[in-house]
């Protein structure tokens, strides 16, 4: 099967110099078939040592597990636990920025400060604390504390959550009593809910899972905010995708995962002319290279503009590239193989957290107390292993695509404004209202091995922009929209329908570009999905309208991980239509994906569109749009 649509990828798994017995996750992908069908349809539990227990998908096997469970009660339990994990992944990065900006403000981590000052306002402001003439650190201090709770058990709904979605979201919750009241705790009780013998109603178990979503919203926005106060809200930045960005005169050092706690220091101290005089001394005359990979790479392409190598699903072929010489690791997303397939290379991986270490990496622990200590030890070790890289091993591909990133909620704003300083969403409403704008479409998630990488992503968005369709990206969505040219103003010329074409034109003009703005906004990595809530909710509220009513939608074609699940399910009750690329394990109960993809509509508004074949995925999310502009009136 074809592995890649990218010609890069493709070129490095085609030459590279690594040896016959590298193994790829393509390869470990093959060597799974057939995969098992239980598993694939949810239907297999193993919620204790009696199991694991299957049940018999053509119903001439066991209906039931040994506890009784049933298909649907199985399936439920599966679906909610998954959106429990991926907002542990969530709730674990938020709280490590809140951490850290308490001991940047009791002077334990001196490497970190507040940056974005009119940022902190903005968010205490939001969450109701007071401003007046109070000191950026009492109000950062105040907030730290607002946050911490957000955690615990504070017994009424989540500030982040309630504060930033329009009041009809908060009634669907309370109405259906998924509004959460501690990130943490709903995690815990999804876990308690959904061991042996405890909840067995499975529409009640989903209920659950909505409301742990909700507390994944929650994690996400506290971690996008704390992250713009203490590194910056983005701005738009021009830079540039793809393996052809690693660069053989270079110290390429490869940042991977999501916190950006390392990787901004990273990026930051990467800058100093005497490490730069170091990695000149050991031979690579261009110096240092830092590039990103997944969603840190999006973290640190839009706050200071470094490259972004590759996405999740390559990061294995970084390595193959034989010039990467330290690949550097937080959490998430990080594939155990990458120590491995180092093993053939000189690239050295180095895992940096106390929960994520691998067999084969070195570790480095990252203490944020010595936050610029431990970045340049780390950059010393890629400088380091640089001297021992082997020549005729290198195989970079030429291919990279200019991208310009940032595109936060305040950077559309701000360059929505230079068209009309008083009332800068007017344009983008008039512009949605005339049909200039069709509708907008979220891409999320990661990619696939299901799927030949970025397939579905470039098929969909090629002709959802011929048909007027903006669109918004985060995570690997963004990575493939950057690495395939769609985030530069030639694609709005080349890619977006007429209208578009002239809207984006007219801002980007505007805003000073003297040329169109990209038809694809990157708006970040995937804890930046409620940056696209944001400029929802601002539209929602100006119509006077709920975000259900409107011509927006989202879309994961290859979604992957549980964190997708989490931000999927979030996006259904925040009142998005959300499709689906790759079926989640849930077909073996009818109930469960009713439920999912109609019963839920009547109660949020959102619900999941499961189209795996891309072009029937366009035209049920173009009649989703015009049915919901018709709904509002629109033509
Ligand atoms: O959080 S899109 S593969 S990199 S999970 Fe992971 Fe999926 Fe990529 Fe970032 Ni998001
Ligand atoms: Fe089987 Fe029930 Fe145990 Fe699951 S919880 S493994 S269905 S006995």
């Given at each position: 099967m074809t592995q890649s649509t990218d010609r890069a990828v493709t070129e490095v798994l085609n030459?590279?110099?690594?040896?016959?017995q590298i193994q790829t996750v393509w390869d470990r992908y093959e060597a799974q078939q057939p995969q098992c069908g239980f598993g694939e349809l949810g239907?297999?539990?193993?919620?204790?040592?009696?199991?694991?227990c299957r049940i018999d998908p053509f119903g001439?096997?066991?209906?039931?597990?040994?506890?009784?469970?049933?298909a649907d009660t199985i399936v439920a339990r599966g679906l909610a636990r998954a959106i429990a994990g991926g907002t542990a992944s969530h709730s674990g990065h938020a709280l490590h920025l809140v951490h850290t900006l308490k001991k940047a403000l009791t002077g334990q981590?001196?490497?970190?400060?507040?940056?974005d000052k009119d940022k902190l306002k903005a968010v205490a402001a939001r969450c109701g604390i007071e401003i007046k003439d109070r000191s950026s650190k009492k109000i950062a201090l105040e907030l730290v504390e607002l946050a911490l709770a957000e955690f615990g058990?504070?017994?009424?709904?989540?500030t982040w959550a309630a504060s930033t979605v329009t009041a009809g979201r908060i009634e669907a919750c309370d109405k259906l009593g998924?509004?959460?009241?501690s990130i943490d705790g709903s995690i815990a009780e999804v876990m308690h809910r959904t061991t042996?013998?405890?909840?067995?109603d499975p529409i009640n178990i989903l209920l659950g899972g909505l409301k742990c979503a909700v507390a994944d919203y929650t994690a996400c926005h506290l971690a996008t905010d704390l992250s713009d106060i203490i590194f910056g809200t983005p701005q738009p930045v021009i830079s540039k995708a793809n393996?052809?960005?690693?660069?053989?005169?270079a110290v390429n050092i490869a940042l991977h995962g999501h916190?950006?706690?390392l990787s901004d220091i990273i990026a930051q101290v990467a800058s100093d002319p005497a490490l730069i005089t170091e990695a000149k001394k050991a031979?690579?005359?261009?110096g240092l290279n830092v590039v990103g990979i997944c969603c840190t790479g999006n973290e640190i392409l839009m706050r200071h503009g470094i490259p972004l190598a590759t996405s999740s699903i390559s990061q294995e072929v970084a390595i193959m590239t034989?010039?990467?010489?330290a690949m550097v690791v937080d959490y998430?997303?990080?594939?155990?193989?990458v120590a491995t397939i180092a093993e053939c290379f000189h690239t050295k991986v180095i895992t940096t957290m106390p929960i994520a270490k691998m067999p084969g990496a070195e570790h480095i622990p990252f203490d944020e107390e010595n936050a610029v200590k431990c970045a340049t030890a780390i950059i010393r070790q890629g400088i380091e292993r640089f001297r021992s890289?082997?020549?005729?091993k290198i195989c970079i591909p030429h291919e990279s695509s200019t991208a310009i990133a940032g595109f936060s909620a305040e950077a559309i704003i701000g360059a929505l404004s230079k068209v009309d300083?008083?009332?800068?969403?007017k344009p983008l409403i008039d512009n949605i209202v005339a049909g200039n704008i069709r509708g907008i479409c979220l891409f999320a998630g990661c990619n696939t091995v299901?799927?030949?990488?970025?397939y579905n992503y470039v098929e969909m968005v090629k002709r959802l922009l011929a048909e007027n369709v903006l669109i918004m990206a985060t995570g690997c969505a963004s990575s493939a929209y950057a690495r395939h040219g769609f985030m530069t103003s030639e694609a709005t010329t080349k890619y977006a329908g007429e209208g578009l074409a002239a809207v984006l034109t007219a801002i980007g003009e505007a805003a000073g570009l003297e040329a169109p703005l990209?038809?694809?906004?990157?708006?970040?990595?995937?804890?930046?999905?409620?940056r696209a809530v944001d400029i929802a909710t601002a539209i929602a509220n100006k119509l006077g309208v709920?975000?259900?009513?409107?011509p927006v939608v989202a879309s994961a074609p290859e979604a992957t991980t549980e964190k997708a699940v989490a931000i999927g399910t979030w996006a259904v009750v925040g009142g998005l239509p959300t499709h689906l690329g790759v079926i989640p394990?849930?077909?073996?109960s009818k109930l469960v994906a009713e439920t999912l993809t109609s019963t839920v509509k009547d109660l949020v508004g959102g619900y999941f569109v499961i189209e795996p074949d891309p072009n029937k995925a366009v035209k049920a999310l173009l009649a989703i749009i015009d049915e919901r502009r018709a709904g509002l009136g629109l033509s």
């Open positions: 030459n590279h110099k690594g040896g016959s239907l297999c539990c193993r919620h204790c040592m009696q199991g694991p001439e096997g066991p209906d039931r597990g040994i506890c009784g469970a049933t981590a001196p490497d970190y400060a507040i940056k058990d504070k017994g009424e709904p989540l998924i509004v959460p009241t042996y013998g405890v909840d067995a393996l052809g960005v690693l660069r053989e005169e916190n950006p706690l031979g690579a005359s261009e034989g010039v990467l010489d998430q997303c990080i594939m155990p193989a890289r082997n020549p005729d300083a008083d009332d800068p969403l299901k799927v030949p990488q970025d990209p038809p694809v906004l990157h708006i970040g990595s995937c804890v930046d999905n409620p709920d975000i259900s009513k409107l394990p849930v077909l073996g």
